[in-house]
């Protein structure tokens, strides 16, 4: 019933930028915060960074000054402005939708199916 199309995963140098997008469709009443993870081998998924409704954002330690997270309301699309990329980073990123349950006090987290972010060095 929700949909979630992510993009802007591809090839970038050492140092260089990527911008994501995951823009959410179908059976949205309203979303409480959207929100990219990563998963590096061998760990737990990551919060990369998270906006919420009210404009308050989170980022995780290590991307916080070189990592921008927005969204784009209208289209129930967020964006992940990824600069000074290192190698490290090589990741798959979800996305991730924290979707209000109509007359419920609770959401429904929806998932991507990944995006493939490759840093060469």
């Known amino acids: 019933q929700v949909q979630l199309v992510e993009s802007g995963g591809g090839l970038v140098q050492a140092g260089g930028s990527l911008r994501l997008s995951c823009a959410a469709s179908?059976?949205?009443?309203?979303?409480?915060?959207m929100g990219w993870y990563r998963q590096a081998a061998g760990k737990q998924r990551e919060l990369v960074a998270a906006?919420?409704?009210?404009?308050?954002?989170n980022y995780a330690n290590s991307v916080k000054g070189r990592f921008t997270i927005s969204r784009d309301n209208a289209n129930n699309t967020v964006y992940l402005q990824m600069n000074s990329l290192k190698p490290e980073e090589t990741d798959v990123y979800y996305c991730?939708?924290?979707?209000?349950?109509?007359?419920?006090?609770?959401?429904?987290?929806?998932w991507g199916k990944g995006t493939l972010v490759t840093v060469s060095s």
């Open positions: 991730n939708v924290d979707i209000d349950v109509p007359g419920k006090g609770y959401g429904m987290d929806y």
């Open positions: 179908g059976s949205i009443f309203s979303i409480a915060a």
């Open positions: 906006i919420f409704s009210g404009g308050t954002t």
